[in-house]
């Protein structure tokens, strides 16, 4: 069976050459990505035959790269094995194009469904457009640049070494003077800047900056893989005019003057969501967006109907609706009502823009497209209003899925809860084929008495949580 590590700086190091390698685009499978989101993705790492895989946390539950070496083919067999055994999904995240294209022709990944979410695409550009902003197109990027020159003179862009450290520390602290009011994506990426910085001679890494008057106004974190640049940070000062553009060039001028074999495409990574950072980026005119997709297969969300209602007596299931996502904002903002549904979207790095009603409606519809959830909102009749939500997620390779339920705090202690999460076990059961687990903290007596109260019995603990599972129909 396949072993993972956990990450380490040293395996990082030892399997450079395999994510040097790699056939994908995506800046995702890049030492600087790794190296700088471990610490919230619980990547892991697993060697087979001359053959990589690597293991994250997406969404909050497990997913591989694609396998990276010598020998794929194998590698999935193996992989299959180990989710199975380990009664895990198999989920693919970070799969560009070509690669869904393998994962479709492969007759062992059957009942597969993926979706990409805009926010994550990478933005690729030609080095030969980023050296001379010819034309134009790009006449707003050399104004910028002319106007730099001429409020602080020519400009000075040199490599980074580690005396330079406490620089970019006080570049670091000056940089976050002037933004207020971070997401929690944004405080996570801030986080790593430095640590990237400091290990940028380990993992051969280049590491630029932009100085006037001898202090750093910019700095960049580039790495050569292939035929592309990828930029893992681009960061600079607000009070620099025209200070972006100038260092975005002179790191690609900086780099195609010192490296024997300058790429010829530039992967300046995703947006995020960013209004102002997308609007930017298509300014320098990509050549090519890099759509990543979230690939789940033998998901039993391929199984489900869409538009399936279910009913019993005044208890209503159905899709949540275009016209639900007033509700559903609250019911996902609800801080004390989610306190033990175990969610808190002030820490949930996957918001990354002010909080609207697409907010939430949009995660849903991907997650179902995508084939990690089927989701359900409760009604007391079919065109009534939104009480509550039903899911179900955590579809394992085994043949389980979790079930969850929660409601306004109106409707809690009346037995709408109970109904609906029955309803939704046994959906999962007859209609999806899957067997049906639950959880709940160990003080959250409700659910734990709406769980056994549908037949589910309980079978461990942890630190956090009881386990139950329900069980089969003919023992029942």
Same mark, same amino acid.
């Given at each position: 069976?396949?072993?993972?590590?956990?990450?380490?700086?040293?395996?990082?190091?030892?399997?450079?050459?395999?994510?040097?390698?790699?056939?994908?685009?995506?800046?995702?499978?890049?030492?600087?990505?790794?190296?700088?989101?471990?610490?919230?993705?619980?990547?892991?790492?697993?060697? !087979?035959?001359?053959?990589?895989? *690597?293991?994250?946390?997406?969404?909050?539950? +497990?997913?591989?790269?694609?396998?990276?070496?010598?020998?794929?083919?194998?590698?999935?067999?193996?992989?299959?094995?180990?989710?199975?055994?380990?009664?895990?999904?198999?989920?693919?995240?970070?799969?560009?194009?070509?690669?869904?294209?393998?994962?479709?022709?492969?007759?062992?990944?059957?009942?597969?469904? !993926?979706?990409?979410?805009?926010?994550?695409?990478?933005? +690729?550009?030609?080095?030969?457009?980023?050296?001379?902003?010819?034309?134009?197109?790009?006449?707003?990027?050399?104004?910028? *640049?002319?106007?730099?020159?001429?409020?602080?003179?020519?400009?000075?862009?040199?490599?980074?070494?580690?005396?330079?450290?406490?620089?970019?520390?006080?570049?670091?602290?000056?940089?976050?003077?002037?933004?207020?009011? !971070?997401?929690?994506?944004?405080?996570?990426?801030?986080?790593?800047?430095?640590?990237?910085?400091?290990?940028?001679?380990?993992?051969?890494?280049?590491?630029?900056?932009?100085? +006037?008057?001898?202090?750093?106004?910019?700095?960049?974190?580039?790495?050569?893989?292939?035929?592309?640049?990828?930029?893992?940070?681009?960061?600079?000062?607000?009070?620099?005019?025209?200070?972006?553009?100038?260092?975005?060039?002179?790191?690609?001028?900086?780099?195609?003057?010192?490296?024997?074999?300058?790429?010829?495409?530039?992967?300046?990574?995703?947006?995020?969501?960013?209004?102002?950072?997308?609007?930017?980026?298509?300014?320098?005119?990509?050549?090519?967006?890099?759509?990543?997709?979230?690939?789940?297969?033998?998901?039993?969300?391929?199984?489900?109907?869409?538009?399936?209602?279910?009913?019993?007596?005044?208890?209503?299931?159905?899709?949540?609706?275009?016209?639900?996502?007033?509700?559903?904002?609250?019911?996902?903002?609800?801080?004390?009502?989610?306190?033990?549904?175990?969610?808190?979207?002030?820490?949930?790095?996957?918001?990354?823009?002010?909080?609207?009603?697409?907010?939430?409606?949009?995660?849903?519809?991907?997650?179902?497209?995508?084939?990690?959830?089927?989701?359900?909102?409760?009604?007391?009749?079919?065109?009534?209003?939104?009480?509550?939500?039903?899911?179900? !997620?955590?579809?394992?390779?085994?043949?389980?899925?979790? +079930?969850?339920?929660?409601?306004?705090?109106?409707?809690?202690?009346?037995?709408?809860?109970?109904?609906?999460?029955?309803?939704?076990?046994?959906?999962?059961?007859?209609?999806?084929?899957?067997?049906?687990?639950?959880?709940?903290?160990?003080?959250? *007596?409700?659910?734990?008495?709406?769980?056994?109260?549908?037949?589910?019995?309980?079978?461990?603990?942890?630190?956090?949580?009881?386990?139950?599972?329900?069980?089969?129909?003919?023992?029942?």
């Amino acid at each position: 069976m396949l072993q993972f590590e956990p990450f380490s700086e040293a395996l990082l190091i030892k399997y450079l050459p395999y994510i040097r390698n790699t056939q994908s685009l995506c800046s995702d499978f890049s030492a600087g990505c790794l190296y700088m989101w471990n610490k919230y993705l619980n990547i892991q790492f697993c060697l !087979w035959n001359d053959t990589l895989l *690597i293991r994250e946390i997406i969404g909050g539950q +497990v997913a591989f790269s694609y396998p990276i070496g010598a020998n794929p083919e194998g590698m999935i067999d193996e992989l299959k094995a180990y989710v199975y055994q380990n009664r895990l999904p198999l989920r693919f995240f970070a799969v560009d194009g070509k690669t869904l294209e393998s994962i479709q022709e492969d007759k062992r990944l059957k009942h597969a469904m !993926w979706a990409y979410d805009r926010r994550w695409s990478d933005y +690729v550009y030609r080095v030969e457009d980023a050296l001379m902003f010819k034309g134009k197109r790009f006449s707003g990027q050399r104004n910028h *640049i002319n106007r730099f020159k001429k409020l602080y003179g020519e400009p000075h862009i040199r490599f980074l070494t580690e005396d330079d450290s406490r620089s970019v520390a006080e570049f670091l602290e000056t940089y976050a003077k002037e933004h207020r009011g !971070w997401l929690e994506l944004e405080k996570r990426e801030f986080e790593q800047t430095k640590n990237l910085f400091d290990a940028c001679r380990m993992l051969g890494l280049y590491s630029a900056g932009l100085f +006037v008057d001898e202090k750093l106004a910019a700095f960049s974190i580039g790495e050569i893989s292939g035929d592309m640049l990828l930029i893992h940070t681009e960061k600079a000062l607000r009070k620099y005019e025209g200070v972006y553009p100038t260092m975005y060039s002179g790191f690609i001028r900086l780099l195609s003057e010192a490296v024997n074999q300058m790429p010829k495409f530039i992967n300046r990574e995703d947006d995020s969501g960013d209004a102002g950072l997308r609007t930017s980026k298509m300014q320098y005119h990509p050549t090519a967006l890099i759509h990543k997709y979230l690939v789940h297969v033998g998901t039993p969300a391929a199984k489900a109907v869409r538009g399936t209602v279910l009913a019993e007596k005044d208890i209503v299931l159905t899709e949540i609706r275009e016209s639900d996502r007033q509700a559903y904002l609250a019911l996902n903002t609800d801080e004390d009502n989610n306190r033990l549904w175990g969610y808190d979207y002030r820490k949930d790095p996957g918001i990354t823009g002010a909080l609207t009603e697409d907010t939430f409606y949009d995660s849903v519809l991907f997650d179902m497209q995508a084939g990690d959830s089927v989701n359900f909102a409760v009604r007391q009749s079919e065109d009534g209003p939104m009480i509550g939500e039903t899911i179900l !997620w955590n579809f394992t390779s085994d043949g389980f899925a979790e +079930v969850g339920c929660r409601l306004f705090p109106a409707y809690h202690g009346k037995g709408y809860g109970r109904r609906a999460f029955g309803l939704t076990a046994d959906y999962a059961e007859c209609s999806l084929n899957t067997r049906v687990t639950a959880r709940c903290f160990h003080e959250n *007596i409700p659910s734990h008495r709406m769980i056994t109260a549908n037949g589910f019995v309980h079978v461990r603990r942890d630190d956090t949580y009881e386990y139950f599972e329900r069980r089969a129909a003919t023992d029942r």
